[in-house]
């Protein structure tokens, strides 16, 4: 069993930055593709930024290419997801997300894990 923990959303206005956490548990958080995704209100839940274990290759959303990076440090069992340039259409529950095996992916149905997610609203 894997537990994840987000942290660091919050409200922010447009134009502006946040950096979100997630803490995972467990031994084998290096081996692990680690994802964030996020749900608007009356939305389906999307993928926004994806890290790979091993190698670290990241892939992103178009949506948020260019403003987002997702980064990841083993040591501490923590992926990040650092949003610069927000905009209102980025107010969301943002969720962790772990891949225990396959490798990285972009689709919900490939993760195994997931936080309760943090919200973030963007204000104009």
């Known amino acids: 069993q894997v537990q994840l923990v987000e942290s660091g959303g919050g409200p922010v206005h447009a134009g502006g930055s946040l950096r979100l956490s997630c803490v995972a548990s467990?031994?084998?958080?290096?081996?692990?593709?680690m994802a964030w995704f996020r749900q608007a209100p009356g939305k389906e839940r999307e993928f926004v930024a994806v890290?790979?274990?091993?190698?670290?290759?990241?892939y992103y959303a178009d949506s948020v290419k260019g403003r987002f990076t997702i980064s990841r440090t083993n040591a501490k069992n923590t992926v990040y997801l650092q949003m610069n340039s927000l905009k209102p259409e980025d107010t969301a529950v943002y969720y962790c997300a772990a891949r225990i095996f396959g490798g990285w992916a972009t689709r919900l149905s490939d993760y195994h894990y997931w936080g309760q997610g943090t919200q973030v609203t963007v204000s104009s």
């Open positions: 467990g031994r084998s958080f290096s081996s692990y593709a």
């Open positions: 890290v790979n274990s091993g190698d670290g290759s990241t």
